[in-house]
Structures are given as C-alpha cells and as structure tokens.
C-alpha cells in the first residue's frame, strides 16, 4: 500500500473512532427563547380607550425577525401604535381586529415594551378578550411561553 494512502487510510480510522467516542466537538443549534413576559389592558377616561401594554423578551440567544401579534376584540378600532407595528382590517364594521409588529432582531436577553391604544369598548357589554403571540425566524426551544391572553370584563 503506498504511503499517501496509508495516511488517508489513518486518517479516515482515527476520525471514524473519535465520533463513535463522541469526542468531536457537539454540533449545537441556533436558537432562542422569545416570549411574552406581559399584557395588560387598562380601561382609560372612562371607557372611552383601551391602553394595551405588551412586554416581549429574549432568554437564551439572539433572535432573528421578532414579531408580535396582538389579536384586539372585534368592534374595537387602532388609536394609536409605535414604530414598526401597523393595523390589520377586520371583516366587521371596518375595524381593526389585530395589530402587526416587527420589532427585527432581539439581543441576548433584549426587552422590548409595545403601548397600544385602542377606541373604547364596542356597543356590547360583553367581555373584551386581548391575545398576543410573539415569533421568531429562530427556532424556539419554549414556544408555550410566546402566547398571553388578557379579558376585561
């Protein structure tokens, strides 16, 4: 057997009894834990406004393309958002019904905090039921953490 391959031969046991040993550095994914720490919804000037309060964060690494969903009752209309979030119509009445965010990438335990102002509360006197659902582009080791919902009677 010539030389060369003898080596190659080396090489490819030596790497082959290595991996079976499990020595060979560990292969580690990329992810994150990206979840929403809080919501709560106040009753503002009497009813008039409903503020919604949103508190989104990172534990365990960077997260790529953070976005949040808050699902808002039906027959409540968008007053006012931060940067990077926009209303989405619903089917009833011309109302919006959820807000979109894109909050982009999150550091190592990044805390971000979203202030929603909503119109008050619609003709019924049913309660008002708040959701949010915060997501990633980053695998999420702990999805059950990234959903929060809030009623208001």
């Given amino acids: 057997m010539p030389v060369r391959a003898f080596v190659l031969v080396a090489i490819f046991v030596t790497f082959v009894a290595v991996v079976r040993r499990g020595d060979a550095a560990p292969q580690h994914a990329w992810q994150s834990d990206v ?6 919804v106040t009753m503002l000037k009497g009813g008039t406004t409903i503020a919604a309060r ?4 990172t534990d365990s690494g960077e997260a790529r393309g953070v976005r949040v969903e808050v699902m808002l009752p039906l027959g409540v209309g968008v007053v006012s958002l931060p940067d990077g979030c926009r209303p989405s119509p619903s089917p009833v009445m011309s109302l919006n019904a959820r807000v979109s965010c894109s909050l982009g990438d999150l550091r190592v335990r990044e805390i971000r905090e979203l202030s929603i102002v909503t119109t008050g509360r619609p003709a019924t006197r049913d309660p008002l039921s ?16 990234n ?3 809030r009623t208001v009677p």
Avoid: G, I, K, W
């Fill in 147 to 149: 959903f929060v919902e």
């Fill in 130 to 145: 708040f959701a949010v659902f915060a997501f990633s582009d980053t695998p999420d080791p702990r999805p059950a953490n």
């Fill in 35 to 40: 979840s929403v720490r809080a919501l709560e």
């Fill in 54 to 57: 949103v508190v989104v964060a």
